[in-house]
């Protein structure tokens, strides 16, 4: 992978946008294989089942407890059953002892900062947390309100440097005025990785008002080939999604923070600027110190839950990255 090197972070060495691959025998290929044959039919009819009719019903048809029962079936037919679940600085059997703010929806107007690998992310978040899913840009605070299967599809869509009109982009702060008993999902990275590295955030985070709660969540898998850096890989996601036997998901809470330099004004231009200019994660967007602040504690915290370490490669890094991985493959 020595022809990728540009695409490492200068300062960790980590490429993030190299796909993971888990090294496997000629007869674990082979059962893998009829694994695979076995879950596709069922896994692709049930999930056109869901997003087709199943999403589609209103609440008194499909109240939640129900909806999140059928989520965690499309989660099971692969086997995704087996998750560790902790919350930061909480010792391992006292999970059940920590008072219920601790878990995002329980702690009044919620937000969900999560770190962004796999199509798996929105799946598992919607079955635990039931969220209003958000896509984030690097030129904006604002941010794009969509659906589950869009959050889904989001992971295997390559980066976007520009933010759609203003009229399909709204607020956090609007987002929990409307929805207050809903939580808030938020990719302030923007695009995959493949779970090695925290990407510079979108400002969308400081669109949240004073009084929610920011919750950053991160979530690891293994085996970590399900992670999708590199977009439209469907093909290779499926295999390493339906070929293995068991698939963990090691989730990570941290304590939630506020934003306090949550401020009403209009930030008059931020539409316009350079999505690469200015300071490292910020993507040129003019922010008050305060809000630079706000952003690295998160971004930090995400890294220290994932055990990694943030990178300063930006979504033209991935899009080039992509570019270069698609000469190489051809």
Do not use: C
Not at 71 to 83: A, F, Q, R, Y
Not at 176 to 186: G, Y
Not at 191 to 211: C, M, V, Y
């Amino acid at each position: 992978m020595e022809k990728y090197s540009q695409y490492r972070d200068r300062g960790s060495g980590i490429s993030p946008f190299i796909p993971s691959s888990t090294p496997t025998s000629t007869l674990a290929t082979l059962v893998h294989g009829a694994l695979f044959l076995f879950r596709l039919p069922l896994f692709l009819s049930y999930s056109a089942l869901f997003f087709i009719v199943l999403d589609h019903l209103p609440s008194f048809l499909i109240p939640q407890f129900l909806r999140k029962l059928l989520l965690w079936t499309l989660l099971g037919i692969p086997g995704i059953w087996w998750v560790d679940l902790q919350l930061d600085g909480v010792k391992r059997g006292s999970l059940s002892q920590q008072p219920s703010s601790r878990f995002p929806g329980n702690a009044g107007r919620s937000v969900i900062a999560a770190q962004f690998t796999s199509p798996i992310d929105a799946l598992y978040l919607a079955a635990i947390f039931d969220p209003i899913f958000t896509v984030s840009y690097p030129n904006t605070r604002k941010v794009q309100r969509v659906s589950l299967l869009r959050a889904i599809l989001l992971a295997l869509a390559p980066p976007t440097l520009t933010a759609p009109p203003a009229k399909s982009l709204t607020t956090i702060q609007s987002l929990l005025e409307r929805n207050p008993h809903r939580v808030i999902a938020v990719f302030p990275e923007m695009s995959t990785t493949n779970g090695k590295g925290i990407l510079p955030f979108s400002p969308s985070l400081l669109s949240a008002p004073a009084d929610a709660k920011i919750f950053p969540v991160s979530m690891r898998y293994t085996p970590p080939d399900i992670a999708t850096p590199v977009p439209g890989a469907y093909a290779a996601f499926l295999w390493n999604l339906l070929s293995r036997p068991t698939h963990l998901i090691r989730v990570r809470i941290s304590e939630a923070v506020n934003n306090n330099a949550f401020t009403q004004a209009p930030h008059s231009g931020e539409e316009s600027v350079d999505p690469d200019e200015g300071g490292a994660g910020m993507h040129g967007v003019a922010l008050e110190p305060e809000e630079r602040a706000l952003l690295d504690r998160i971004a930090e915290t995400l890294a220290r839950l994932a055990r990694n370490k943030r990178v300063g490669l930006t979504l033209r890094d991935k899009l080039a990255f992509i570019e270069a991985w698609k000469k190489g493959k051809r």
